[in-house]
């Protein structure tokens, strides 16, 4: 990428971090602006110009997205609760723009969510355009780690990546139905067999996973028991939104690995998740990578 369109792109990168971190806050054009460095006179069309939206319009998508997620993953808040979060101050303005957002009322959506609405508001609108501009790694932020064998269970997800979270809420009933894997005290994976971005969303394969310390065995929520493979993996960590991973796992790849002499093991690749969303800000979530080397 040309320099000085990768220092323009980078401004803009920082512009949406400081949403991220200032989401409950009131922002001005002049402070957004200010963070990036632009004319307060011009910011609006360049910012526009980069995600087909205003700041106004971008600010109001990252805010439904929490709410999307509290409504299905936070049953015990008021949907009136989750309005003032995103910063409407009635409930009616708030049920307006999420149904135009994802064609659905906040009810119907917590009630039977049709995910992939929101996906495509997300990964399609803010997120892709987001990974162009995620930030770079450095070398030393990659290291190699000695792993035990790790005991799950698993609800699988075969299909298109915009209906994983409809796995992720029955892998999250199942937790909370029974005792093999308490999320207070089990760690939580995703195992990753393909690129979503190379594959076709039918051929899309995702295990949810929790640790367990027995096997799980026959059941009713469709769980299996499966085992992530001791061994030596490359080790990552991200901070900030997961939709933002794909520039540093495609830097291991194409930039680390082939510097360093390691071969890949044949085994899939693995995420941990040290916290979750909604219950801390997207620009907080923790995720560990891990790619499996030969030994």
Known sequence: ???????YLQRMRKV?????????EVMSYEALSQVAHFSSFHFHRQFSAIFGMSTTTFIMKVR??????????????????????????????????FKRHFNQSPSQFRREPQWPDWYEQFDSKIGIKMKEINNNVLLDEISVKNLEQIVVAVKEHIGSPSLLNNTISQFIDWRKKTTYSPV?????????????NNTPA???????????KQAVGDNDFGIVDKTIQGG??????????????DNKIYFIFAQ???????????????????NFFPE??????ITDIYVPLKD
């Open 202 to 212: 039918e051929q899309f394969r995702f295990d949810v996973c929790g640790e367990v």
């Open 184 to 196: 207070n005290s089990s760690r939580t994976f995703g195992i990753v067999y393909n690129d979503p």
């Open 16 to 24: 949406c971090e400081y949403i991220y971190l200032h989401i409950d």
């Open 280 to 285: 801390v800000s997207e620009h907080e979530l």
């Open 232 to 245: 030596r993996y490359i080790h990552l960590r991200h901070i900030g939104p997961h939709h933002l991973m």
């Open 64 to 97: 439904l997205k929490r709410a999307a997620y509290q409504l299905v993953f936070q049953p015990h808040k008021s949907i009136t609760d989750i309005a003032l979060d995103a910063s409407f101050d009635y409930l009616e303005s708030f049920s307006r723009a």
């Open 1 to 7: 990428m040309d320099k000085n369109k990768q220092q």
């Open 256 to 274: 680390w690995l082939p510097q360093s002499g390691e071969e890949l093991a044949d085994a899939p690749m693995f995420f941990e998740y040290q």
